[in-house]
Nanobody, 117 residues
Framework: QVQLVESGGGLVQAGGSLGLSCAAS????????MAWYRQAPGKQRELGAS???????NYAESVKGRSTISRDNTKNTMYLQMNSLKPEDTAVYYC???????????WGQGTQVTVSS
């Protein structure tokens, strides 16, 4: 059973920075695609950024240029560094592990990020 645990959320002022972490249990992390999703109040969950096992990254337009996704396969951990935060970045941020052979994938429990204006 894979477990994902996010950490690093909190309250930050607009223009500030915040770093999130997602730690995975199990031995499948290094072969999986990892992603950060976010869900704002009243909105659907949306993809923010993803990273393949080989380190290829993809960003949504809404976060491109302000966020950096990375992973450390030796620590089974994925990271998201967010800069120049805006109030519209306020959401619950979820990490997801997925890929071929992982079925529907696995989700973390989410961590709240609140950006004050």
């Amino acid at each position: 059973q894979v477990q994902l645990v996010e950490s690093g959320g909190g309250l930050v002022q607009a223009g500030g920075s915040l770093g999130l972490s997602c730690a995975a249990s199990g031995s499948i992390f290094s072969r999986a695609i990892m992603a950060w999703y976010r869900q704002a109040p009243g909105k659907q969950r949306e993809l923010g950024a993803s990273i393949t096992s080989g380190g290829r990254t993809n960003y949504a337009e809404s976060v491109k240029g302000r966020s950096t996704i990375s992973r450390d396969n030796t620590k089974n951990t994925m990271y998201l560094q967010m800069n120049s935060l805006k109030p519209e970045d306020t959401a619950v941020y979820y990490c997801k592990l997925y890929g071929v052979g992982y079925g529907n994938g696995y989700w973390g429990q989410g961590t709240q990020v609140t950006v004050s204006s």
